[in-house]
Each structure stands twice: as structure tokens, then as C-alpha cells.
């Protein structure tokens, strides 16, 4: 009997950035579920840049508030260094201002905690079908 992982070898490689041990816990288990990503874990700024400098990554979620940078910031570094993946903004609430700061900073997108995963698995979807023709 086949298994899911296998049904779906060509996972996608998703970084979660994110200190919150409640919160990654919870939505990893509501990922696998899915069994589309592989997922990987930072916990810092500092962990994030050294997993994306020696791994390849489709996409990545990086919440506004880690304990070393901001992730604004974050994402703003990211992108002058010329990464073109999906970069998806995590937040505890939704406010216009932590949004225009994340699309300004270079995010593709902006969810909050709250978010329904299968609605942020359809965003990211969607993020990600541009970034795979390209990279053809």
C-alpha cells in the first residue's frame, strides 16, 4: 500500500519562521495533514539566514515579531539579497499597517494567526505557481 509520502514525491520546501512553540506545533500538525511541504523550523532571524544560506526553500512564513529582528526586516534583508521565493508575513492580528509594512518590506502576502489553513494553503498556491515557472 502506497503511503502519502509517497503519492507525493515532489513535496515543496516550506522555512517557518517563528519562536511561538504553541503555534508552530499546531500548524505543522495542520500541514502534514496535507502531506504538500516539507517543513522546516527557525526560531530566529539569525537561524532563518543560515538554513536559507545551506538549503533550498520554495517558500517561507516568517512572523513580524522574532526575538532577534524584526521580521519586516527580515523579509526587506531577503529580498535585496535577490531572493525571489514566496515570502509570506505572519501576524497576531490583522491591521492595515502591519500589512502595508510587510508588502513594503517585499512580502508576497500577509495572514494572520487566525488564518483558516486551508485558505492560506490556497494563497500560497497561488504564490507559488509564478515563482515554479520561472524556475523551468
Sequence with gaps: MATSDSLRPNKQALLLVE???AF??????????YGIFDIDIARTAAEALEKLHSNCFDALLIDVALPDMDGHDLCRRMRESGAVIPIVMLAPVD????LIRALN????????????????????????????RNRR
Aim: hydrophobic fraction near 40%; aromatic fraction near 12%; charged fraction near 30%.
Design 19 to 21: 519562536n511561538d512553540s
Design 24 to 33: 508552530v506545533d499546531d500548524f505543522v500538525t495542520s500541514l502534514n495533514f
Design 95 to 98: 491591521s492595515d499597517a502591519d
Design 105 to 132: 518590506a517585499g512580502a508576497n502576502d500577509f495572514v494572520t494567526r487566525s488564518l483558516r489553513i486551508d485558505v492560506f494553503l490556497a494563497r500560497l498556491r497561488a504564490h507559488l505557481r509564478p515563482y515554479e
